[in-house]
């Protein structure tokens, strides 16, 4: 078993045993993939404070995301189809995150169900919703996930139409897969991934089965989801969600302060500062340059917590620094489960854990909850004077 020492590793792994198909689904951004890149190299910008001669014995970086206990502020983020990128990718990746004490997000966009994650855990889950045109089938959803005891319900409100990522088209990526000559010569070529796969079709998107062969034409991602979600969706949908909702509610996909303070408004539990890891808008901000001016807006009333771009420990910290509250991690955990399943997901957890433990010794910090912006030098046009 090869060292794993940084999510680098992982991604190695996970590309040479996935389909490319599946590989590239997950590593695109939107047309030009300005936003993906800069969701990562916007971190970069950030330097560290180094401090020493500080007692850095009895760290600790266990907090609290809307009132659960995390081992770290870091959850899994809801991934589409985690389970096209390892069998039960779904199951295997909940189970991580149970063992290692933080949240897992299940995507409506799943192949293994609701219930299918209920009965392999006991952590509960978050689950993440999108709307669909179908109200009823919406309504359905919500009473699965409450009858599952999710306990909180995410809420992603930057998709309701897909941004075109130009690899997924020229694969032919389809939901279900369409087995096109060059689609079975790419799966047959990871034999490994194939073998895992043998079987697990029983539980094929079983959140949506029902829905989806109600569509005349599932020829692609992109034209499934213009069949299926809903985009007349605006505030006062989700003020209807927001009352259907007895849980806790996540607004996911906030990137301006104007729509940050709407979440307010609403009343939800906390937002996520994200841009869908630069897979939506390309040309949007980097998630960590639209921090600050949300947390200006909303910064003490709600939980503010952001994904898009963190690969490390160090990713986390600056995060925590700049005043999130939380954070998720989406395409690093993938890595994880495409290289080896459950323990993979558990050792980019491990990786991030460590990164971030050490970090926080070496910025002259005991706990997370002390991070701010003194542990930071940002530099002063990083804020942007943007009109
Ligand atoms: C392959 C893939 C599938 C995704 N599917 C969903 C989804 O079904 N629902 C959702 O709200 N976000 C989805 N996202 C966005 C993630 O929840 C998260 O916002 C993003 O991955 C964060 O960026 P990062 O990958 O750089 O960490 C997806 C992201 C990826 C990479
Ligand atoms: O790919 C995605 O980012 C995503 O969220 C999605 C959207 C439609 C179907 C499946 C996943």
Redesign the pocket.
Known sequence: MPKITEIEDLKRIYKRRTPKMFYD??ESGSWTEQTFRE??SDFDLIKLRQRVAVNMEGRTTKSQMIGRDVAMPVAL?????TGMQHADGEILAAKAAENFGVPF?L???SVCSIEDVAENTTAPFWF?L?VMRDEKFVDNLLARAKAAECDAL?L?LD?QILGQRHKDIKNGLSVPIKLAPHTILDLMTKWRWGLQMLGTHRRSFRNIVGHAQDVDDISSLHSWTAQQFDPRLNWDTVMEYRRKWDGKMVL??ILDADDAKQALNIGADAI?V?N????QLDGAMSSIKALPSILEAVGDKIEVHL?????SGQDVLKALAMGAHGT?????F?YGLGAMGQKGVEEALRVIHTELDTTMALCGERDVHNLDKHNLLVPRDFYGDWA
Do not use: E, F
């Open positions: 689904y997950c969701n990562s983020a809801p991934v589409g189809s997000t995507s409506t966009m993440q999108y995410v992603t998709l996911k996909g996520i994200s869908h890891g630069g897979r994904d898009s771009g963190i690969r998720y991690i989406g395409r690093a993938v």
